[in-house]
Nanobody
Framework: QVQLVESGGGLVQAGGSLRLSCTASGRTFSSYGMAWFRQAPGKEREFVAAINWNGGITYYADSVKGRFTISRDNAKNTVYLQMNSLNPEDTAVYYC?????????????????WGQGTQVTVSS
């Protein structure tokens, strides 16, 4: 089992930046891929970004490509999501998730463990 705790959410104006963090405990952090998903009110959860076990492979949703960057620090058991040029459509609860294996995956079905979520609100 993996326990995940997100932080870094908040209220920001359009065009601003936030950095989310997700710290893991339990299984060896470098043994699994990580991802960020988000869910806006009234919408289904959607994939945002994923990273493999050593950070060498990353994937992004088209809606965030070029604005968001996922990274990880295995020494700190932490994955990050740097979010720049935020717009109101990015408003959502953001969740980090730990995969069953070392790969980066874009579908939620490949992730067994989820954090509690952190709210990101972008005002216009």
């Amino acid at each position: 089992q993996v326990q995940l705790v997100e932080s870094g959410g908040g209220l920001v104006q359009a065009g601003g930046s936030l950095r989310l963090s997700c710290t893991a405990s339990g299984r060896t952090f470098s043994s699994y891929g990580m991802a960020w998903f988000r869910q806006a009110p009234g919408k289904e959860r959607e994939f945002v970004a994923a990273i493999n076990w050593n950070g060498g492979i990353t994937y992004y949703a088209d809606s965030v490509k070029g604005r968001f960057t996922i990274s990880r620090d295995n020494a700190k058991n932490t994955v990050y999501l740097q979010m720049n040029s935020l717009n109101p459509e990015d408003t959502a609860v953001y969740y980090c998730a730990a995969a069953r294996n070392t790969y980066a995956r874009t579908k939620a079905e490949f992730y067994d463990n989820w954090g509690q979520g952190t709210q990101v609100t972008v005002s216009s």
